[in-house]
Nanobody, 115 residues
Framework: QMQLVESGGGLVRPGGSLRLSCAAS???????GKWYRQAPGKERELVARINGFGDKIDYADSVKGRFTISRDKYYHTLYLQMDSLKFEDTAVYYCNTGDRDHDYWGQGAQVTVSS
C-alpha cells in the first residue's frame, strides 16, 4: 500500500530553520517530488519540485534562495530544508509524487513561524 508520511514540522521563530521529510512506502520519488503549502484562507501553492533525474529543480519566487528540495539516493525520502523562515511561510506543507496513473499526497505538516 502506497503511503507518504511527513515529519519535521513545528513552531519556529522568524529567521529560524526547519527540515521537512516525506518518507514513501510502497512507492518512490523516482519520477518527481513536489512540496506544496496551504496557508489559512489561501489556495494551495507549489513551493518546490524536483524531476526524476534530479537535474531540474524549481522554486516559487517567494522561497527562492531560502528553501532547498532534495531526495535521498534511494528515492525513498523527499526533503525540504527551510532556512530564514518568515511569518508568511506559516502553512501546512504537503509532499506529492506519482506517475501518469497515480497521484499521491502526504498527510500534511504544520509549519508555524511566530515570535
Amino acid at each position: 500500500q502506497m503511503q507518504l508520511v511527513e515529519s519535521g514540522g513545528g513552531l519556529v521563530r522568524p529567521g529560524g530553520s526547519l527540515r521537512l521529510s516525506c518518507a514513501a512506502s510502497g512507492y518512490s520519488f523516482r519520477f518527481f517530488g513536489k512540496w506544496y503549502r496551504q496557508a489559512p484562507g489561501k489556495e494551495r501553492e507549489l513551493v518546490a519540485r524536483i524531476n526524476g533525474f534530479g537535474d531540474k529543480i524549481d522554486y516559487a519566487d517567494s522561497v527562492k534562495g531560502r528553501f532547498t528540495i532534495s531526495r535521498d539516493k534511494y528515492y525513498h525520502t523527499l526533503y525540504l530544508q527551510m532556512d530564514s523562515l518568515k511569518f508568511e511561510d506559516t502553512a501546512v506543507y504537503y509532499c506529492n509524487t506519482g506517475d501518469r496513473d497515480h497521484d499521491y499526497w502526504g498527510q500534511g505538516a504544520q509549519v508555524t513561524v511566530s515570535s
